[in-house]
Each structure stands twice: as structure tokens, then as C-alpha cells.
């Protein structure tokens, strides 16, 4: 079993930049994917950026250039960095782990982006 805790989240302006973190707890395996997805109302839930074994990263094509995912090891703890911010990124924003065919997924965080 694996937990994942969301931190971060909140109210920012466009132009603006967050840190969200996600700390797993449990069985945890450094060569496997982490990584944030988010919803926003009425739309399906969209991969935002995985990152493999600490250095092999996806990014959504939305956010691309302004949002760089990264992973701590020692911590168990994976951060994304949002810059340039738009209204268009406000949305739940969910922790990924994924190894070997087991998929979890923490609470979600809330992201606004608003003036």
C-alpha cells in the first residue's frame, strides 16, 4: 500500500507561481512513476507531469515551459513547480504512483487561479 499527501495548493494570481508537494508514505520504489494530474470542473482528469526514476519526465502539452516537475528519492516526495500561471490551470490537482500494474492516487489539492 502506498499513501500520497498533497500540499500547497491555493489562491494565486495569473502571471503568478505555486509549489505544490506530494509526500508518499508505504511501499515505496524509487524506480517507480510519480506524478500530478488535475481536473477541473465538468472535464476529464488530464496528466499534468511524471517523472520516472528521478530524471525521465512528461509533461501535459498545456503546460509545457511553465511547469517542471521534479522528485526528491531520500524523501519520497515529488514536487511540481507552476510558473506563468493562467485561470485556464485552476483546477484539483491529484499525486500519481504508479509501479508494477498498482496505480494510487492522493486526495487532490485545490489550485485557483484568479485576480
Known amino acids: 500500500q502506498v499513501q500520497l499527501v498533497e500540499s500547497g495548493g491555493g489562491l494565486v494570481q495569473p502571471g503568478g507561481s505555486l509549489r505544490v508537494s506530494c509526500v508518499a508514505s508505504?511501499?515505496?520504489?524509487?524506480?517507480?512513476?510519480m506524478g500530478w494530474y488535475r481536473q477541473a470542473p465538468g472535464k476529464q482528469r488530464e496528466l499534468v507531469a511524471s517523472?520516472?526514476?528521478?530524471?525521465?519526465?512528461n509533461y501535459g502539452e498545456s503546460v509545457l515551459g511553465r511547469f517542471t516537475i521534479s522528485r526528491d528519492n531520500a524523501k519520497n516526495t515529488v514536487y511540481l513547480q507552476m510558473n506563468s500561471l493562467k485561470p485556464e490551470d485552476t483546477a484539483v490537482y491529484y499525486c500519481n504512483y504508479w509501479w508494477g500494474g498498482q496505480n494510487y492516487w492522493g486526495k487532490g489539492i485545490l489550485v485557483t487561479v484568479s485576480s
Open positions: 508505504g511501499s515505496i520504489v524509487s524506480t517507480s512513476v
Open positions: 517523472i520516472h526514476s528521478g530524471s525521465v519526465t
